[in-house]
């Protein structure tokens, strides 16, 4: 069974640092794009950023030049550093895998962790 899990969160004060980290589990061939979403309270899960197994990266403009999101496929796991952190940042954050191709041929479709929770305050 092929699963997410995140990790990193936390309460830090604005303008201080996180860096999360997300690592799929399992029997896996490869993924080709993992991102970070993230849910405030009372609105909707929106894409923070992403990366192809590649390097290319796309992010929200709300973070870019703050934000930066890396991987090592090594370790099928994806990291974002999060610097400048605004109490808008505060937010459940969630890794995402859209296909993770695995044996046998049948591909995982939409797989997503559990979230980890940031909160920026004073």
Known sequence: QVQLVESGGGL??????LRLSCTASGSIVSINVMGWYRQAPGK???LVAAITFSGIT??????????S???DNAKNTVY??????KPED???YYCKAPQVVVPGGKDLL???GQGTLVTVSS
């Not at 830090?12 to 640092?17: F, R």
């Open 12 to 17: 830090v004060q604005p303008g201080g640092s």
């Open 44 to 46: 909707e899960r929106d």
């Open 58 to 67: 796309d992010y929200a403009d709300s973070v870019k030049g703050r934000f």
């Open 69 to 71: 999101i890396s991987r």
């Open 80 to 85: 974002l550093q999060m610097n400048s952190l």
């Open 90 to 92: 505060t937010a459940v």
């Open 110 to 112: 939409e797989l997503w």
